[in-house]
């Protein structure tokens, strides 16, 4: 921690899973961050974790407040470009969960708002920093598969039943799947391969019942890799999450980043071990460097969910370029939107 760090006062706009888990132990444990104000409408939960937490009734009373900087809109999926766009409004730095918005268009009206006001707008993609998704970024550009051909990536659940009383299993709001999970793995492959010329999917509900899209595969096209991107919530038995295959090798990566686990059991960054897998989830690479055969699991970096915030307060006070550009979360929604006009009209969608 940088305690000589001048302290961005911050605002949490709900108190849910989100707020609980990732948010607030994130920027409480950074001294960079003074977590001021969270709005949550009936509750008093973020008093209970923070007793120094002022809790307000109403968004609109985190944004009329001159002292916060920065607002974080972890609400409901659909409530996003609303929250955002007022935020901004009122002259605040804004980090919003993912997915961005529902709709591209959204997504660059918040863009262009940001930019006019000169202020910060930023996507809180977690999993570029799950210490899996590091390894297989460093594999592939050490290029040590060789030519990578194949890019493989999954985000699977087991959950056969409908999730009584949530916002998440009601398509009126606009959810699903796709936008929940999709997001991760579409981001993560645009941090890998930029833009890719176009989108086939296929997605379905295939839970008894379900109102949502709860399983997807995606095929993003670029030139010289085959993208394969999917998510299921009927999988109990996982395969590996990461496959790549190249012109000399292949790694396998199974399991999943720990920080989420840990934050859920009260963990917070910073301890001794944060992020390190056991030894027994390192992924298996196989293949050929310098002209001797390799075949090993080899350590998982370690991953790091407080690099995002850290990010966000360089940007905020020496200007540095942020890490999850908004153009690029824009991107995941665009890809979206392509995915499912692609299953839709069966055929490819180009980008």
């Given at each position: 921690?940088?305690?000589?760090?001048?302290?961005?006062?911050?605002?949490?706009?709900?108190?849910?899973?989100?707020?609980?888990?990732?948010?607030?132990?994130?920027?409480?444990?950074?001294?960079?961050f003074e977590l001021s104000k969270v709005?949550?409408?009936?509750?008093?939960?973020?008093?209970?974790?923070?007793?120094?937490?002022?809790?307000?009734?109403?968004?609109?009373?985190?944004?009329?407040?001159?002292?916060?900087?920065?607002?974080?809109?972890?609400?409901?999926?659909?409530?996003?470009?609303?929250?955002?766009?007022?935020?901004?409004?009122?002259?605040?730095?804004?980090?919003?969960?993912?997915?961005?918005?529902?709709?591209?268009?959204?997504?660059?009206?918040?863009?262009?708002?940001?930019?006019?006001?000169?202020?910060?707008?930023?996507?809180?993609?977690?999993?570029?920093?799950d210490g899996d998704f590091l390894t297989?970024?460093?594999?592939?550009?050490?290029?040590?598969?060789?030519?990578?051909?194949?890019?493989?990536?999954?985000?699977?659940?087991?959950?056969?039943?409908?999730?009584?009383?949530?916002?998440?299993?009601?398509?009126?709001?606009?959810?699903?799947?796709?936008?929940?999970?999709?997001?991760?793995?579409?981001?993560?492959?645009?941090?890998?391969?930029?833009?890719?010329?176009?989108?086939?999917?296929?997605?379905?509900?295939?839970?008894?019942?379900?109102?949502?899209?709860?399983?997807?595969?995606?095929?993003?096209?670029?030139?010289?890799?085959?993208?394969?991107?999917?998510?299921?919530?009927?999988?109990?038995?996982?395969?590996?999450?990461?496959?790549?295959?190249?012109?000399?090798?292949?790694?396998?990566?199974?399991?999943?980043?720990?920080?989420?686990?840990?934050?859920?059991?009260?963990?917070?960054?910073?301890?001794?071990?944060?992020?390190?897998?056991?030894?027994?989830?390192?992924?298996?690479?196989?293949?050929?460097?310098?002209?001797?055969?390799?075949?090993?699991?080899?350590?998982?970096?370690p991953g790091d969910y407080s690099a995002?915030?850290?990010?966000?307060?360089?940007?905020?006070?020496?200007?540095?370029?942020?890490?999850?550009?908004?153009?690029?979360?824009?991107?995941?929604?665009?890809?979206?939107?392509?995915?499912?006009?692609?299953?839709?009209?069966?055929?490819?969608?180009?980008?």
């Open positions: 921690m940088n305690s000589s760090c001048n302290p961005v006062k911050t605002a949490l706009a709900s108190f849910g899973m989100s707020g609980l888990v990732f948010h607030g132990p994130l920027l409480h444990t950074d001294q960079c709005w949550e409408r009936t509750k008093n939960e973020s008093v209970k974790k923070y007793p120094d937490i002022q809790i307000v009734r109403h968004f609109d009373e985190l944004c009329i407040d001159e002292s916060i900087e920065l607002i974080i809109v972890n609400t409901p999926d659909h409530t996003h470009y609303d929250l955002c766009k007022k935020a901004l409004e009122y002259n605040k730095h804004v980090v919003v969960e993912k997915p961005f918005t529902q709709k591209y268009s959204e997504a660059i009206e918040l863009i262009e708002l940001a930019e006019k006001k000169n202020l910060l707008l930023s996507v809180f993609q977690n999993r570029r920093w297989v970024k460093r594999i592939v550009e050490e290029k040590m598969l060789g030519r990578l051909v194949s890019y493989e990536a999954h985000f699977d659940r087991y959950r056969n039943f409908i999730q009584p009383d949530t916002w998440k299993e009601d398509n009126q709001t606009g959810t699903g799947t796709l936008y929940n999970l999709g997001s991760h793995l579409i981001d993560q492959a645009i941090v890998l391969f930029g833009k890719p010329d176009g989108v086939t999917a296929d997605i379905r509900n295939l839970r008894s019942n379900s109102s949502i899209d709860d399983t997807f595969e995606l095929w993003l096209h670029y030139p010289q890799v085959r993208v394969s991107l999917s998510a299921s919530y009927l999988v109990r038995e996982p395969g590996p999450r990461y496959a790549l295959h190249g012109t000399e090798g292949s790694f396998l990566k199974w399991g999943i980043d720990p920080q989420e686990e840990e934050l859920k059991k009260g963990a917070v960054p910073g301890i001794k071990g944060w992020g390190e897998e056991s030894e027994s989830d390192f992924g298996l690479l196989h293949t050929t460097l310098n002209g001797k055969d390799i075949k090993e699991r080899i350590p998982t970096i995002f915030y850290a990010n966000i307060y360089r940007a905020i006070r020496h200007g540095e370029k942020l890490a999850v550009d908004p153009g690029e979360a824009a991107m995941v929604i665009k890809i979206i939107e392509a995915a499912f006009l692609s299953h839709n009209e069966k055929r490819r969608v180009e980008i």
